[in-house]
């Protein structure tokens, strides 16, 4: 158990719609990112959000975008769903800093149909 | 480009047995961290086990062991007297000292013959 909850944990969305997911981070860290995890692959890096600032972003389109709230939680938030959307999103929490390891929550797994 | 290659995508180990999962990575850097996540099948990622790149000293954590060999860029993670619960997606990660990005490799797939 890492306190990291996400929300929802099952969606089906429709090609062209947009899609919200929510992370909870553990309590204490103050940074929040989001990896996307495709069937069979490891998890890519999509953004980080330390203090409620973008700090840092992977090779994603603009349509990815988030926020951080000032208790630290977080949004994912997709536009333009495209099936290739399709995929486990990570959220992972930590306490600031670099090489300070990440705590994962249990994903949410998005269809796009 | 930091990559991380794991090109074992499935192992097997009795139980009560030892195996170990290979990892190789490529960066440029001389300062970094290198981690073994597991997931199972209810998907959250646990950390295994996390290594410093200046520690000359291989990590463990009870069962749980890496050999870090800085110079070959690998790190191999030993798990010991194998158990069911051991049964999970193992994936190695590599951070920088400077970055906030983690970079996975492709995962190896565990199966725990009883």
């Known amino acids: 158990e890492t306190g990291v909850t996400q929300s929802p944990t099952h969606l089906i969305k429709t090609r062209g719609q947009q899609v919200t997911l929510r992370c909870s981070s553990q309590s204490g860290h103050n940074t929040v990112s989001w990896y996307q995890q495709a069937l069979g692959q490891g998890p890519q890096f999509i953004f980080q959000y330390y203090r409620e600032e973008e700090n840092g972003r992977g090779n994603f389109p603009p349509r990815f975008s988030g926020l951080q709230f000032p208790n630290y939680s977080s949004e994912l938030n997709v536009n333009a769903l495209e099936l290739d959307d399709s995929a486990l999103y990570l959220c992972a929490s930590s306490l600031g800093g670099y090489g300070n390891t990440i705590y994962f929550g249990e994903g949410s797994w998005l269809t796009v149909v | 480009a930091q990559t991380v290659t794991q090109s074992q995508p499935e192992m097997s180990v009795q139980e009560a047995e030892t195996v170990t999962l290979s990892c190789t990575y490529d960066?440029?850097?001389?300062?970094?961290?290198l981690f073994w996540y597991k997931q199972p099948p209810s998907r959250q990622m646990i950390l295994v086990i996390r290594?410093?790149?200046?520690?000359?000293q291989n990590a463990t954590e009870n069962r749980f062991s890496v050999n870090f060999q800085k110079a070959a860029k690998s790190f191999s993670l030993k798990i010991s007297d194998s158990q069911l619960g051991d049964a999970a997606m193992y994936f190695c990660a590599y951070s920088r000292n400077t970055g906030n990005q983690f970079y996975f490799g492709t995962g190896t797939s565990l199966t725990v013959i009883p």
């Open positions: 290594q410093e790149a200046y520690k000359q």
């Open positions: 960066t440029s850097e001389s300062d970094y961290y």
